[in-house]
């Protein structure tokens, strides 16, 4: 089964690239993240542990789950319970689809809201985190509406495509149930 994903092609390009921009953020702070626990644990080792980078892993940790969302998504890389759609027809694995897809949206909507209206409240209240860096908590914050715009829109792409999808024909739907 592939899923057409429904956007015009340029349109369909430019947002492919836009989430592998995000794939390639996430990838290098894995890599710093790497990097600078590898340097922190020599420099605790010699006596001279660092202040930030515990802090700053925690912070790019939250940015490396919002950057690469929606390309995880895109390639459908997340966790399923294959066992139960393994288990179903063609047809009802579509309207799986299409359920999980239309609450991953709503949840990702929900979380776009959610995050600019935190988002913009502690930037305006001047908020920071009660840590050595003393971070402004909206720094923190502003990736989770930033990375759940593209997660909302991949999972709406996603469901047009289940939703345009079409089991080929009552053969083939007979053919899966017959294990061929």
């Known amino acids: 089964m592939k899923i057409n994903d429904g956007l015009g092609a340029k349109a369909g390009r430019i947002f492919d690239k836009i989430l592998d921009i995000g794939a390639v953020g996430t990838s290098a702070l894995i890599i710093f993240i790497m990097l600078s626990i590898c340097v922190e644990?020599?420099?605790?080792?010699?006596?001279?542990?660092q202040i930030w980078e515990i802090?700053?892993?925690?912070?790019?940790?939250?940015?490396?789950?919002?950057?690469?969302?929606?390309?995880?998504?895109?390639?459908?890389?997340?966790?399923?319970?294959?066992?139960?759609?393994?288990?179903?027809?063609?047809r009802v694995q579509r309207w799986l689809g299409i359920i999980t897809s239309v609450i991953g949206s709503a949840m990702s909507l929900y979380l776009v809201i959610w995050g600019i209206t935190v988002t913009w409240d502690y930037l305006q209240r001047g908020v920071v985190q009660c840590t050595p860096?003393?971070?402004?908590?909206?720094?923190?914050?502003?990736?989770?509406?930033l990375g759940s715009i593209p997660l909302f829109l991949q999972f709406l792409r996603r469901t047009r495509g289940y939703m345009g999808m079409s089991i080929s024909s009552p053969d083939e739907e007979k053919k899966w149930q017959s294990g061929e």
């Open 55 to 90: 802090e700053v892993t925690e912070y790019c940790l939250l940015y490396v789950t919002f950057l690469g969302a929606a390309w995880l998504l895109r390639r459908e890389g997340h966790v399923k319970v294959d066992i139960i759609t393994n288990a179903v027809s063609p």
């Open 41 to 49: 644990v020599v420099l605790r080792r010699m006596g001279h542990p």
């Open 133 to 145: 860096l003393l971070t402004p908590t909206w720094i923190v914050l502003i990736i989770i509406p």
